[in-house]
T-cell receptor, first 113, second 107 residues
Framework: NAGVMQNPRHLVRRRGQEARLRCSPM?????VYWYRQLPEEGLKFMVY????????ESGMPKERFSAEFPKEGPSILRIQQVVRGDSAAYFC???????????FGPGTRLTVL | RKEVEQDPGPFNVPEGATVAFNCTYS??????FFWYRQDCRKEPKLLMS???SGNEDGRFTAQLNRASQYISLLIRDSKLSDSATYLC????????FGTGTRLTVIP
C-alpha cells in the first residue's frame, strides 16, 4: 500500500507564474488536507477536502490559492501569480476518516525566484 | 484562541535525561489525540496515538488529562536521535495541529 504521494518534490517558479502541486492520498483515504510550512515555523493548516468537496478552507488565502479533489485523480493545490512569500514546503496528508490519524506525503518545496 | 497550543521550545536536554511536553486543547469535546515527530526538512510522522488511560511505547509515554484539557508526551532516557520537532494533534469533529515543540538532545 503506497503512502501519500506528492509531486513535484521541488518546484521553482518565477514571480507571477502559476504553481500546481499534486497529492495522491493513500489507497482508501477520501480525506485530504493541505498544510504550509515556512522555514523554522510550524505547520499551518490551509484546506481540508473530501472527494469533490471543500470541507474547510479557513486557512487558505482568499486570493490566488485554490484547491480541488476531483472524483478521479489527485488533489491539486494551485497558486496563481506566485510571489516570493509563497516559498515554503507544502505538505499534503490523507486519512480514512475525519478523526483518524493523518498520513503525510513528503512535501513539495516551492521556491519563488 | 487556538484549538491546540504547544510550547515551541526549544528544549535542550542532555543525553539520558527525561523530558516532557504538554499540549493544551480548547474544545472539551475533543476525543482523538496524536503525537507526531517531524525531522528537519521532512514530513511529520505519527509517533503514537494518545488513549484515555494513557499508553506507553518503549521510552515514550503519552497521557491525557481531560480535567485540565491537555495531553503530554514523556521521553525517558533521551537519545541523540530523539532530536526533532514534536507535534500534537487533537480535536472533536476536526483535528488540529499544534505548532510543534523542538527538542535537541545534547551529547
Amino acid at each position: 500500500n503506497a503512502g501519500v504521494m506528492q509531486n513535484p518534490r521541488h518546484l521553482v517558479r518565477r514571480r507571477g507564474q502559476e504553481a500546481r502541486l499534486r497529492c495522491s492520498p493513500m489507497k482508501g483515504h477520501s480525506h485530504v488536507y493541505w498544510y504550509r510550512q515556512l522555514p523554522e515555523e510550524g505547520l499551518k493548516f490551509m484546506v481540508y477536502l473530501q472527494k469533490e468537496n471543500i470541507i474547510d478552507e479557513s486557512g487558505m488565502p482568499k486570493e490566488r490559492f485554490s484547491a480541488e479533489f476531483p472524483k478521479e485523480g489527485p488533489s491539486i493545490l494551485r497558486i496563481q501569480q506566485v510571489v516570493r512569500g509563497d516559498s515554503a514546503a507544502y505538505f499534503c496528508a490523507s486519512s480514512p476518516t475525519q478523526t483518524d490519524t493523518q498520513y503525510f506525503g513528503p512535501g513539495t518545496r516551492l521556491t519563488v525566484l | 484562541r487556538k484549538e491546540v497550543e504547544q510550547d515551541p521550545g526549544p528544549f535542550n536536554v542532555p543525553e539520558g535525561a527525561t523530558v516532557a511536553f504538554n499540549c493544551t486543547y480548547s474544545n472539551s469535546a475533543s476525543q482523538s489525540f496524536f503525537w507526531y515527530r517531524q525531522d528537519c526538512r521532512k514530513e511529520p510522522k505519527l509517533l503514537m496515538s494518545v488513549y484515555s488511560s494513557g499508553n506507553e511505547d518503549g521510552r515514550f509515554t503519552a497521557q491525557l488529562n481531560r480535567a485540565s484539557q491537555y495531553i503530554s508526551l514523556l521521553i525517558r532516557d533521551s537519545k541523540l536521535s530523539d532530536s526533532a520537532t514534536y507535534l500534537c494533534e487533537g480535536g472533536a469533529n476536526n483535528l488540529f495541529f499544534g505548532t510543534g515543540t523542538r527538542l535537541t538532545v545534547i551529547p
